[in-house]
Structure formats: C-alpha cells, structure tokens
C-alpha cells in the first residue's frame, strides 16, 4: 500500500450501492478502503473486486484459527482481489505463519491486531500486546494493528516493532482518537469509519482529516 494521505476509510456500509457511492467520493483521499463481515456478509466477497478497482482494499476479518482453516481464509480473500488481510496473533504463531506464507504466496499484505481500540480491547489484550506485536515482526508480517485511542500505545508498539513494520491505527474519529495525535505517536495509517460514511459529504470530512494530518 503505498502512503500517500495517511487515511484508511472503515467501510462499514451493509449494502453494495452505498459502500460504492461512498468509495468513489473519498477515492482521492484514501490510500486504502477497510472492508469488514458488515458488508461482506450483506453483499457477498465479490464487492472486494469492485471496490478494488477504486482503491486497495484490505479485508478485516480478524483472522482466528487453525493453520489450515487461516490458510482457506486468506486464500479466498486474495482470490477476491483483497491487497491486505487483518488477523489476529493471540491463535500462536503457527497460524500467523500460515497466514504470512500465503500473503506471500499472492505477494499481499497481513496486518496483526495488537490491541483494539474499543474500551474493552484493553481487557485481555493489554498484557500480551507487546507479545504479539514482537511476534507479528519474527514472522514477518507486514505490520499490525494498533489503537488511535491510546497514541500511548502506538508509541509503545512502535519501540517493539521499529520501522520495519507499519501501524495501522483505528479508532479516529466516533470513539475519540485525534488523526494527528496517532500520525505523531507513530502510525502510518489511521483507520476512520463512521465520521467520514455517515458524513453529510464524505469526501469533505476526509479531507478535513487529511487535512488534519498533514501527511
């Protein structure tokens, strides 16, 4: 994925129309659409293949389970035309590697949670975040996920994982986190959803926060 803006657009949408209309309004202002269960499950793997032609597409399905089940997974979304999958790293670094080698296999990208950026993502994942983000680099993972609600956090992943790996950072925006404030702990992507696919003007509010950060 290549930075030009900094900005990953959440598209949490549920129906093909919206999540299209939507993609191609922001189009030159994100480097990246995130595309999760909501849409995929409304509408079916094949909108990763639109939404390809408009802007790389990452799939987050958080990836969590067996070699070989991980392996099916990450085979089918490549297959859709997905340039990066999300997955989690708490399942052991047998089925990160699983996921790693096929990423590599198609030449696409694997981020790995670290921590989420909901209130609750502190709960279990803050004693073993370090862990996972120090695994995530041994497997040679492309990089990882941390949350914007915590730019503390950011800045404690990135002393882990040096510059070799990339900071995806969700959380900007409806759950509180500051765009700059994130850039500045470290990432290299915020992830924003709601504040820019229920704005009035998507493409407005996603330049306001390019704008914000000055990438």
């Given at each position: ?60 399905f958080k990836v969590a389970d067996i070699p070989n089940t991980d392996r099916l997974i990450c085979e089918h979304v490549f297959n859709a035309g997905a ?133």
């Amino acid at each position: 994925m290549e930075k030009k803006n900094c900005l990953i657009l959440a598209l949490d949408v549920t129906d093909r129309e919206n999540a299209l209309r939507i993609a191609n309004e922001v189009s030159e202002y994100v480097d990246s659409i995130k595309v999760g269960y909501p849409l995929v499950l409304g509408e079916g793997l094949g909108i990763v293949k639109e939404l390809a032609e408009l802007a790389p597409v990452i799939a987050d399905f958080k990836v969590a389970d067996i070699p070989n089940t991980d392996r099916l997974i990450c085979e089918h979304v490549f297959n859709a035309g997905a340039d990066a999958i999300i997955t989690h790293g708490f399942t052991g670094r047998d089925s990160l590697d699983s996921c790693v080698k096929v990423a590599e296999e198609y030449d696409r990208d694997v981020y790995v949670v670290t921590e989420m950026s909901h209130p609750g993502g502190v709960e279990f994942f803050r004693p073993v975040a370090e862990t996972i983000a120090q695994m995530a680099a041994d497997a040679g993972a492309t990089g990882v996920v941390a949350p914007a609600t915590r730019p503390e956090r950011v800045r404690d992943i990135r002393k882990i994982i040096g510059d070799d790996l990339h900071i995806i950072s969700p959380g900007v925006g409806a759950q509180g986190g500051s765009a700059a404030d994130v850039i500045n702990a470290g990432a290299d992507w915020v992830i924003v959803g709601r504040s820019i696919y229920n704005s009035d003007s998507p493409a407005d509010a996603a330049m306001r926060i390019c704008n914000e950060m000055k990438c």
